[in-house]
């Protein structure tokens, strides 16, 4: 059984640029990769209407990373600057949101705004530092407030 629970972070300049550059990095991945997806289905749907039977196949995350990490990281060099967990889990999210979107259980994924629900995801190990501090991945130590 998983257990989790919320608690408020307090931070400083540094680390608040921080998640928030780990949050845009995720997003900008998150709408370059929507973007290539429609054009896939545009052009999937074109071919059908035109009568060819050659299609495109619909990538899977690991097509996606791949695509990414050839086409869009070397054009913008501060993808470097954060961690490679949060582009990762956004391209995993899109193609979940994406095969939820194929079933027919939710609508297609839409595009993210600077803002509006900023997250992003990172794996590793957390290591609980007292009662009052833990320590992230890539980021470092973060101090919560708890009362």
């Not at 608690?7 to 845009?24: D, F, I, M, P, Y």
């Not at 709408?31 to 209407?49: G, H, R």
């Not at 050659?54 to 869009?72: G, Q």
């Not at 939820?100 to 993210?112: E, G, L, T």
């Amino acid at each position: 059984m998983f257990l989790g629970f919320k608690t408020e972070l307090k931070l400083n300049n540094v680390q608040r640029t921080l998640l928030a550059k780990h949050s845009g990095t995720a997003r900008h991945a998150w709408n370059q990769a929507l973007y290539y997806t429609n054009l896939i289905l545009d052009v999937n749907k074109l071919a059908k209407e035109v009568g060819s039977k050659t299609r495109i196949k619909f990538p899977s995350a690991i097509d996606l990373h791949k695509w990414l990490v050839a086409n869009i990281k070397p054009d913008y060099p501060w993808y470097y600057d954060v961690s490679k967990c949060a582009p990762q889990w956004a391209l995993r999210q899109l193609r979940e949101a994406w095969d939820r979107a194929f079933k027919k259980v939710a609508k297609p994924p839409r595009f993210k705004r600077k803002g509006q629900h900023d997250s992003f995801t990172l794996d590793g190990t957390i290591k609980i530092l007292g009662s009052n501090r833990i320590q992230v991945p890539v980021i470092g130590v973060l101090k919560l407030n708890i009362s």
